[in-house]
């Protein structure tokens, strides 16, 4: 994830935070580096307590860090203090798991909250506030308490009055994850389009893989307070390099191997060869088990498996097994056709 | 019950609602900010000022722990000073108004604490200052249970304001305790109690119906 500082929305150097705590300090971040290019949508996955809300908190100075640097749009949020810092966070919206909405205002008056705050003319508030009402669909809603709003309503509240100011970063702290999937895929959708068509960018951080998998185009990995790994989200679902990505993918790429076999995984012969094949690109929609058993005679037996679609890619993660004395053979010709082939052992 | 003694309650009545409205405004003026300071600018909080704090909330403290017939008599210097006397109704505001301001300013604190500190950060993150942040969240937020705390107040006050005959403060509490105690007229006392409790009943209905009407946390029913 780097590129020229001019194509960052946002870059962390050596960024570290640690906090006071009976007998010493406690480290939650550290030697953090990463660059969100500008327009991309980047995910930050981590388990809780990984330190990925920490992370996202300094974007906008919430939290400023003990070492390093964050810079969003160029500007160094951890010295900025006062108005600086206050313009600062009017350049980033942000919006929250619980949407942390006015319970005493409608969802017309929890948008205008930051535009009253920034000191918008009256007239000019209304207008912004039914633009962006029109924005997230909430049209008919406009006058209700936010006590009368579905979660996917709410967090449709949340984004319009994040968006009011007219911000160039949005930072989500774990915003769909208070909803149902069925939602959570509507608000993902609206996120997406609020991408493209304000071509704002978006730092997202979720324990979801598919929230990745859905939207995001740029992802990293964090784990007890470091990155172990970030890049174009294709590539770490296609290629993941740390055991942690590994297994927050095994969740949603069908990876897994079935209880049955893994019990009784061995590493070497005898017993059929078990290979994990990874289908990327256009070779995810060719028949090549077909043709390994057409071309070649030799029959896989299908384990599990899964094909999906990362950003508007096909990608597919399928397990296998073969005879022992064909794998290299079957791996020979799957890797000659583009595939990626690993071998997991052998079971009876 | 002689008819003479109707405008003798009626004028204690008058005396009371007085004496209370008075000290309620002003304790209201009081507690209001005391109550938004004390619930925000302990250490890390928004005014973040840890001392003042600390020992604001100790003279709060120290306010409570006296008895409220203890204040009146222990403040007799203080209130000749702000009334110009130390005798009846507009004296018996001056302690009335001291005993208020603390009272209410803990229970502005609670309502404040009460609100979901969420809303700070989403506020905080909008670029909002501190005192933005209070003027449009943290009170508005706050303001069903401010209502009832107020409500509690004034519930409270009408029973200290019975005790500030002490003072010669008049009122139904005094009238009571003149006539229906001193001159054997328990006529008199229950009527003086039927009426607190009258009043009393009014003031807690009345604040429960604001505070309804405030309170936007569930959802209601919107007729067709």
């Known amino acids: 994830m780097t590129g020229r500082a001019e194509d960052a929305a946002i870059i962390f150097e050596g960024l570290g935070k640690s906090f006071p705590k009976a007998g010493g300090r406690v480290t939650a971040l550290e030697g953090i580096d990463l660059t969100v290019p500008a327009g991309s949508i980047t995910g930050i996955i981590g388990r809780s307590g990984a330190g990925k809300s920490t992370l996202l908190r300094m974007v906008n100075g919430l939290e400023r860090p003990t070492e390093g640097r964050v810079t969003v749009t160029g500007q160094d949020v951890g010295q900025a203090r006062g108005p600086a810092l206050r313009a600062i966070r009017r350049n980033v919206g942000m919006i929250f798991q619980h949407f942390n909405l006015l319970s005493s205002r409608t969802v017309r008056g929890n948008i205008a909250l930051p535009l009253q705050i920034a000191g918008t003319p009256g007239g000019q508030i209304r207008a912004r506030v039914d633009q962006l009402i029109d924005q997230v669909g909430l049209g008919p809603l406009a006058d209700r308490y936010p006590a009368e709003l579905s979660g996917g309503q709410k967090q449709r509240v949340g984004i319009a009055r994040a968006l009011a100011t007219g911000p160039q970063v949005l930072l989500s702290d774990e915003a769909t994850s208070a909803l149902d999937p069925e939602t959570t895929q509507t608000v993902l959708e609206l996120l997406g389009r609020i991408n493209r068509d304000l071509g704002l960018t978006i730092l997202l951080i979720t324990h979801e893989m598919a929230v990745l998998r859905d939207i995001a185009t740029h992802m990293a990995v964090i784990e007890a307070g470091r990155i172990v790994e970030s890049g174009p989200t294709y590539d770490i679902f296609t290629k993941p390099t740390h055991p942690t990505t590994r297994s927050f993918l095994s969740g949603v790429t069908g990876t897994t191997l079935p209880a049955f076999v893994a019990g009784r995984l061995q590493d070497g012969p005898p017993g059929d060869q078990v290979i994990r094949v990874t289908f990327a690109g256009t070779h995810a929609t060719d028949p090549m088990l077909a043709r390994l058993a057409t071309e070649l005679g030799i029959s896989a037996n299908i384990l599990g498996g899964a094909i999906e679609e990362i950003g508007t890619q096909p990608f597919g993660n399928l397990l296998i097994s073969v005879p022992a004395d064909q794998g290299d053979r079957a791996r020979a010709f799957l890797e000659t056709h583009g595939l990626t082939t690993e071998v997991l052992g052998h079971v009876r | ?224």
């Open chain 2, 1 to 224: 019950m002689s008819a003479n003694l109707i405008p003798l309650l009626w004028e204690a009545t008058l005396q009371t609602l007085w004496m209370v409205a008075v000290s309620s405004v002003l304790g209201a003026l009081g507690g209001l900010p005391l109550g938004v300071f004390l619930a925000t600018s302990q250490r890390g909080e928004l005014l973040g000022a840890p001392w003042i704090n600390k020992i604001l909330g100790l003279v709060v403290n120290a306010t409570r722990s006296v008895p409220f017939i203890i204040l009146v008599v222990a403040i007799i210097p203080f209130t000749r000073l702000i009334a110009g006397t130390s005798i009846g109704t507009n004296a018996a505001m001056v302690p009335l108004t001291l005993a208020a301001i603390p009272f209410i300013a803990r229970l502005v604190e609670n309502a404040i604490r009460e609100v979901d500190q969420g809303l700070i950060e989403a506020a905080r993150a909008m670029g909002a200052t501190p005192l933005q942040i209070i003027a449009r969240v943290l009170i508005p937020e706050a303001l069903p249970g401010i209502t009832l705390g107020l409500t509690l107040a004034v519930v409270s006050l009408i029973g200290y304001s019975a005790m500030v005959g002490a003072v010669g403060g008049q009122g139904l509490g005094d009238l009571g305790i003149r006539y229906g105690y001193q001159r054997f007229m328990p006529e008199v006392m229950a009527a003086v109690v039927v009426i607190l409790i009258v009043l009393v009943q009014l003031v807690q209905s009345l604040g429960e119906w604001i505070a309804a009407r405030v309170d936007r946390r569930a959802p209601r029913n919107r007729g067709l």
